[in-house]
């Protein structure tokens, strides 16, 4: 059973208690299940012990007109053992002082609740009681939501600060790695979060519930730097939550490539600062990234081999078409490509550049104002983090595609997937691993592509090969890899199966 005071906690500060002190959470009353009023008679269906009663002012306006005849309903209502009641203010309606005079009298608990519908309020708290954390894994979904749309449309870190204030109803801060204040939100309309932000930054570091942004192993900065990339602080006096504590966990990997992301694009303005030319046969450009690792071993490259790959590049591509940034001693091969005529987004002398190269290329969208390289060279470094997180990254990235690369490689991270996806292809993952891992090979290049002949090259393998391969596996598994309900349950398993099997390497 659910407590009523884990439902007040769910529902944060948007709820204020105002009547009957309410139990301490070890002796709050069970909640059986919720009941809303509605204007008309009876005002509700059934009432029973334990029940969670919503209260709209309107409906209450209409069944009880007179404060006397508002007293006697809240009175039936703590006699019929209601747990609690939950009061919806109104526009316009004048009977919350007799709501919460009732509540007094009869000895029940009654609190406020501002800003939520009551079938919002009432699908909410039905999720609570069924499956409290899967309920607020679906709030915090609409948030996790909302802060990728804004970080996709470049809105900053202010933006993002004031989105999680909003919808945790509290003060926030985000800081950088050194625990320096990069963004502070104190939502207007909840008591105290001026002055939650005041005492941060008078003493910053102490103040706060401070939580860990995790780094991203790998990413382009320092050889094997990791640890935290910043931290998200929720400020003020109230103890965290079960929804700050769900909300954290979901958001903090995307905070942590928007503070890269950041980070990069100050580095960037630095650098574009220094007046390193474009190529001339700009705009538009793009701009092109990619690791400075020799792909056979991926060992760093050596600094004089970074020179030969880089003198190699300037011979391939006159500087007018290509201009390499940086210098040999970089941690990431950058470089500006001008796009030429017919090549519409770049994306042939970036297929080019990969190509020589022979590993994974990240590309921006073209962009015509020099004022614009910061951003978008942080854009394709993101987009290049993303897609390495692939089991199979592409071979050019485009910054395009970074929501599509940051779904795909976020799939190890939902609940049970591993679990899931491993039970649907249980019939292919029997058997020595080679063979596993030809099976699922197979599945992905059939699922991917839709012509026997693209599927049939990308594995490297004569057509008839395919057909007899595909054979096999609808017989090992009864499969119809024509349906497309199971094609797509199929290709997301299949990804998430060969993700574990390169964790495990």
């Known amino acids: 059973m659910t407590r009523l005071a884990e439902i007040l906690e769910a529902l944060g500060p948007a709820a204020r208690s105002v009547g009957a002190p309410l139990p301490m959470a070890a002796d709050a009353p069970d909640v059986g299940w919720v009941r809303v009023m509605r204007s008309r ?93 899967s309920e607020l894994e679906r709030q915090v979904a609409g948030l996790e939501r909302d802060l990728a749309n804004l970080a996709m449309a470049g809105r900053g870190l ?132 990619a690791r400075q690792i020799v792909p056979a071993d991926g060992a760093p490259m050596r600094e004089e081999l970074r020179e030969e790959l880089r003198a190699e590049l300037r011979f391939r591509f006159a500087a007018r078409r290509l201009s390499l940034r940086g210098t040999s001693e970089s941690l990431d091969l950058r470089a500006i490509a001008a796009v030429e005529a017919g090549d519409r987004d770049g994306s042939r002398i970036a297929g080019r550049v990969a190509e020589f190269l022979g590993r994974t290329v990240a590309m921006s969208r073209p962009f015509g104002d020099a004022g614009e390289r910061p951003a978008r060279e942080a854009a394709a470094r993101a987009t290049l983090e993303a897609a390495e997180r692939l089991a199979e990254p592409p071979i050019l990235a485009l910054e395009d ?48 592509y839709g012509a026997a002949g693209e599927a049939a090259a990308r594995l490297g393998i004569h057509r008839n090969t395919l057909a007899y391969r595909v054979r096999n596996l609808e017989g090992r598994t009864g499969w119809d890899l024509t349906n497309p309900e199971l094609r797509l349950a199929l290709s997301v398993a299949v990804r998430i199966v060969q993700s574990a099997q390169i964790d495990k390497v």
């Open 401 to 448: 595609r970074l929501p599509a690369y940051r779904l795909l490689g976020s799939l190890g991270n939902l609940p049970d997937d591993r679990i899931q996806a491993t039970a649907l292809l249980a019939p292919l993952l029997a058997g020595r691993p080679a063979s596993v891992r030809e099976r699922l090979a197979t599945l992905r290049a059939v699922l991917d």
């Open 158 to 289: 202010d933006t993002l600060a004031a989105a999680i204030g909003a919808f945790l109803r509290r003060a926030v801060a985000l800081e950088g790695r050194r625990a320096d204040a990069l963004a502070v939100h104190a939502p207007a309309d909840v008591p105290g979060a001026a002055a939650a932000v005041t005492a941060y930054l008078a003493r910053p570091g102490i103040t706060g519930h401070r939580i860990a942004l995790p780094g991203t192993p790998g990413t382009l900065g320092a050889p094997g730097e990791s640890g935290q990339s910043g931290w998200l602080v929720l400020l003020g006096d109230r103890a965290q939550t079960d929804l700050d504590t769900t909300a954290a966990e979901r958001i903090a990997p995307l905070l942590s490539l928007q503070l890269r992301l950041e980070a990069e694009v100050r580095r960037a303005r630095d650098e574009a600062g220094r007046g390193e030319p474009l190529p001339s046969d700009g705009p538009p450009w793009v701009v092109l990234v």
């Open 41 to 133: 008679v009876p005002a509700l269906d059934v009432l029973e012990p334990g029940d969670l009663v919503v209260v709209p002012a309107a409906a209450v306006s209409v069944m009880a007109p007179t404060a006397a005849d508002v007293r006697d309903l809240v009175g039936t209502l703590a006699r019929s053992g209601a747990s609690a009641l939950l009061l919806l203010p109104s526009a316009g309606s004048a009977v919350m002082d007799d709501l919460v005079a009732g509540a007094r009298d009869s000895g029940i608990p009654a609190i406020v609740v501002e800003g939520i519908d009551p079938p919002t309020l009432e699908r909410r708290l039905i999720g609570l009681l069924v499956d409290r954390r």
